[in-house]
Structure formats: C-alpha cells, structure tokens
C-alpha cells in the first residue's frame, strides 16, 4: 500500500487517551528490541516515525498511529526487557492488557518474532494469550537477513513448531534491512483490518 500520509496521533498511557475515531486498528507486539518500530517504519517508508533504537525498551507508551487516515497502527512496548523495575513492568502489563481486552476497533496483532532463535517463553505466552481473547494474529518473522540462505528454512520451522499457530494466523518472513516480506505483510494487515 502506498502511504501518503502517517502521523503520530498520541502516545496514550490509557483508555482516556485512546482516538476516538473508528478506524480499524492493528497491534504490533513482540520482545523489547525485536524490531517493531522498524517494521511500521519499513512498511510506511519512513525512516523514523515510530522511534528505533538499539537500546531495548525504546517504546514506552501505545503510540498511535494514523495511515492515510483509513487505519491505526498502534505501536506497544515490547517485553521481555530485563532494566525496568517490577513496579513499571506491572504498570506496562496492564496497559497493554487493558488495551488488547478492551479495544473494539482492533482488527488483529502482529506478533514479531525474532527468527534467529527460538521462541521464548513470554513469545509464546503471548501467542497463547492473544488466541485466548480471539484476537487474529500475523506472524512477522523477523531479522531474516541475518539468517543465511541455506538456513531459512529451518528457522522458519523452529519458529513455527514452538508458536504451533492456528491455520487461519498467516506468517511472514521479513527483514527491516532488506524489505524482505513488505509486500505480503501489507497483504495480510489489510485483510485482517478489512481496509
Ligand atoms: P522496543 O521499542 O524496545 O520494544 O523495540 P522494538 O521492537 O521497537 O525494536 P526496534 O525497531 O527499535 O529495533 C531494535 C534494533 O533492531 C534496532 O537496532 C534495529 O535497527 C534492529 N532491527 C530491527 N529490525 C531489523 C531487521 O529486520 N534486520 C536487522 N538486521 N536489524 C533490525
Ligand atoms: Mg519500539
């Protein structure tokens, strides 16, 4: 999809703070630094609208944003990330809990999955959890460029068979580097948002 316009709209901490427009939402989920900022910034192509950064637990709050004004991406803090305090780790559970449970206008979540190691245990209590409240899920795996060719495919396999995802939750390999997968991600996003 060609994207003429993406803006951040907020970074909300809570209901109160979500848009009020109707417009169909998708999550983007998955371990602190894994690379969901640069997937939204790759597939929008723009270099630094949602903030990267090599340092895990760059974003913080729901950010908001809206695509050609037909969609929301909103990007959530990742998990997994070892130097917050309990106390903050709690606080960001609840925000992202209570956003997944309670949003109506969210049409599904993109799960990205770091594809050169095996699913961790939050990974998949994640996948599970997202199942658990209906939630329709795309698989990004992601960092495909620092795989080796001959070995794609059984970190594909190692990624799949750990997540064990329902039939109708498509997959896609993808790398930020290399634009690997936008295409198909596009696809799939825009079939779970109707859009
Ligand atoms: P938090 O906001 O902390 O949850 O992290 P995030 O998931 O948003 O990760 P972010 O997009 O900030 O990327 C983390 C690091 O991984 C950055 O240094 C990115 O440049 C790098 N990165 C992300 N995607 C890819 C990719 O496909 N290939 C490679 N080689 N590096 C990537
Ligand atoms: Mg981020």
């Known amino acids: 999809m060609k994207v003429n316009n993406a803006e951040l709209i907020i970074s909300a901490v809570g209901p109160e703070q979500y848009p009020e427009a109707g417009l169909p939402e998708i999550a983007f989920a998955g371990r602190s630094n894994v690379g969901k900022s640069s997937f939204i910034n790759t597939i929008i192509e723009r270099k630094n609208l949602a903030?990267?950064?090599?340092?895990?637990?760059?974003?913080?709050?729901?950010n908001f944003f809206a695509i050609?004004?037909?969609?929301?991406?909103?990007?959530?803090?990742?998990?997994?990330?070892?130097?917050?305090?309990?106390?903050?780790?709690?606080?960001w559970g609840r925000m992202i809990e209570e956003y997944l449970q309670t949003?109506?206008?969210?049409?599904?979540?993109?799960?990205?999955?770091?594809?050169?190691?095996?699913?961790?245990?939050?990974?998949?209590?994640?996948?599970?959890?997202l199942k658990y409240y209906e939630i329709p899920v795309i698989l990004v795996l992601t960092k495909m460029d620092k795989v080796r060719?001959?070995?794609?495919?059984?970190?594909?396999?190692?990624?799949?068979?750990?997540?064990?995802?329902?039939?109708?939750?498509?997959?896609?390999?993808?790398?930020?580097?290399t634009g690997e997968g936008k295409d198909e991600a596009w696809r799939a996003i825009r079939e779970l948002g109707r859009f």
Request: net charge neutral; with cysteine.
């Open 149 to 177: 060719k001959t070995k794609r495919h059984a970190h594909i396999k190692q990624v799949l068979n750990a997540i064990d995802p329902e039939p109708e939750d498509g997959h896609v390999p993808f790398s930020a580097e």
């Open 51 to 62: 903030y990267t950064s090599q340092q895990p637990g760059k974003t913080r709050t729901l």
């Open 103 to 129: 949003r109506s206008q969210l049409k599904g979540v993109v799960l990205l999955i770091d594809v050169r190691h095996e699913p961790s245990e939050q990974d998949l209590m994640m996948y599970d959890w």
């Open 68 to 91: 050609n004004d037909v969609c929301h991406f909103v990007d959530i803090p990742g998990y997994g990330y070892a130097k917050v305090s309990k106390k903050e780790r709690a606080a």
